[in-house]
């Protein structure tokens, strides 16, 4: 059992209020199928307007892949939990085994470990607007700390074999923030980039951009890996659902954090 590690903190910490935060989020209107998505991990009142935006714009199923990056640096440098449940305010969110065992063995990269997971807030974040839209929900998290091309492509593809394999459907999450620490307009500009080599369902380009330009968006390697995966799986468009940063909702534009929301299908 994996006890939440930031429950009260990043998000109401009981179920009543967890609720009503995320109720107030989720966003509303016309929903698309979609292959993956990319979304923020901050605190609710920073970033949860555009989580909330990207899961209520697409059909949720009832299973999802979640990737984050690791803030720790606890565990290998990529590492996938593949037992266990996680306990939150809104209830339990149980590991897909069969799922989990099937993507560690299309991977050379993936590591069976649960120390990036014990104190990691990208993923947990996400569960409470899974749990609220869908109900019961089971998942498989992957936490990494590698930013290659090499291994972000092997865990895209080992995700990808993964969902083709699946007898239920399956959603693919990338967990990241994108500029940390700049100005409102330069954090625009450098988030600008980045976004439009998601756009472009270009994650070769997103590595290289991110590390050419010095952009600190945290969860790039996921990105990059849900990408591969949505490739494999066939991805055709994506779509830039929400933009803001943290001075939208502080007033301090002299050093906001950055987060985008992308659907791909």
Known sequence: MREAAVA????????????HAVKEMIGSGPKRTALGVMVPHAGYMYSGRVAG???????MPQTFIILGPNHSGLGPM?????????????????????LAESLLSHSGSLESDDRAHLFEHSIEVQ?????????KVSFVPISMMAHSVEVC????????????????????VASSDMTHYESQ??????????????????????????????????GVAPAAAMLFAC??????????????TSGDVTGDYGQVVGYAGVVVS
């Open 53 to 59: 935006a990207v899961y209520g714009a697409v059909e």
């Open 127 to 135: 569960l409470p607007f899974m749990q609220y839209l869908v109900g």
């Open 185 to 218: 307009a330069v954090a625009q500009e450098k988030d600008q980039l980045a976004i439009d080599r998601l756009l472009a369902l270009d994650p070769e380009g997103l590595l290289r951009t991110v590390q050419a330009r010095h952009i600190s968006m945290c």
């Open 8 to 19: 009260g903190q990043f998000y109401p910490g009981t179920r009543q209020g967890l609720e």
């Open 231 to 244: 490739r494999q799986l066939g991805a055709y468009a994506a779509h830039l659902v929400r933009y803001e």
């Open 78 to 98: 990529a590492s996938i939990m593949t037992s266990g449940t996680w306990r939150l305010p809104g209830g339990d969110a149980v590991i897909d085994e069969g």
């Open 153 to 172: 492509r092997d865990i895209g593809e080992a995700v990808a074999a993964a969902v083709k394999a699946s007898s239920s459907p399956v959603l693919v």
